[in-house]
Antibody, heavy 121, light 108 residues
Framework: QVQLVQSGAEVKKPGASVKVSCKAS????????IHWVRQAPGQGLEWMGWINPTSGHTNYAQYFQGRVTMTRDTSLTTAYMDLSRLRSDDSALYYC??????????????WGQGTLVTVSS | EIVMTQSPATLSMSPGERATLSCRAS??????LAWYQQKPGQAPRLLIY???TRATGIPARFSGSGSGTEFTLTISSLQSEDFAVYYCQQYNKWLPFTFGPGTKVDIK
């Protein structure tokens, strides 16, 4: 079965960077785009971007351009999301999610458990 | 960037009632529209994609309609497990995806 297992909670200081991982299993990693979505406490969902695991090509939300980098390691079937120059309002639950269909990008049919990132001095 | 809006922000309903949730896109997304359900402490769950296709395992009481810029999610008869927040998302292939702000369906 499809599984997306994310790395553990992080506490960072303002101005630092955080890297969240998403280990995929149960399917052919390179066939499905991976997305990153975040949710601040009590707020809605915010799409951050996607990565094509085959090519490494990415598409980021305008708001995160210049601060986010999405990468992948196909040998480890793992996707990564790196967010730099952290601010307090970056404190949120960060999800990775996989396309429902292969050779996307598409709607996200499988989700990781979320990684809580807290930014605090 | 395509801006998504949802209405109402909150829908207070009783079990057994019919719920109608609306989603609007700032420009046409054709049928590249998905609906997600999220319950407290859980990751979102995909309900509908392609504006009207139910994802695997989603009950038939959930239906989606619309195309272009106007979309609707209908829950024909609310069950206790349906009280949650619902988000629409456009996934127009090569543009950044965007979510709507959500509609909370709560118990009247």
């Amino acid at each position: 079965q499809v599984q997306l297992v994310q790395s553990g909670a992080e506490v960072k200081k303002p101005g630092a960077s955080v890297k969240v991982s998403c280990k995929a299993s149960g399917y052919t990693f390179t066939d499905y785009y991976i997305h990153w979505v975040r949710q601040a406490p009590g707020q809605g969902l915010e799409w951050m971007g996607w990565i094509n695991p085959t090519s490494g090509h990415t598409n980021y939300a305008q708001y995160f351009q210049g601060r986010v980098t999405m990468t992948r390691d196909t040998s480890l079937t793992t996707a990564y999301m790196d967010l730099s120059r952290l601010r307090s309002d970056d404190s949120a639950l960060y999800y990775c999610a996989r396309d429902l269909r292969n050779f996307g990008p598409f709607a996200q049919g499988h989700w990781g458990q979320g990684t809580l990132v807290t930014v605090s001095s | 960037e395509i801006v998504m809006t949802q209405s109402p922000a909150t829908l207070s309903m009783s079990p057994g009632e019919r719920a109608t949730l609306s989603c609007r896109a700032s420009q046409s997304v054709v049928s590249n529209l998905a609906w997600y359900q999220q319950k407290p402490g859980q990751a979102p769950r995909l309900l509908i994609y392609g504006a009207s296709t139910r994802a695997t395992g989603i009950p038939a009481r959930f239906s989606g309609s619309g195309s272009g810029t106007e979309f609707t999610l209908t829950i024909s008869s609310l069950q206790s497990e349906d009280f949650a927040v619902y988000y629409c998302q456009q996934y127009n292939k090569w543009l950044p995806f965007t979510f709507g702000p959500g509609t909370k369906v709560d118990i009247k």
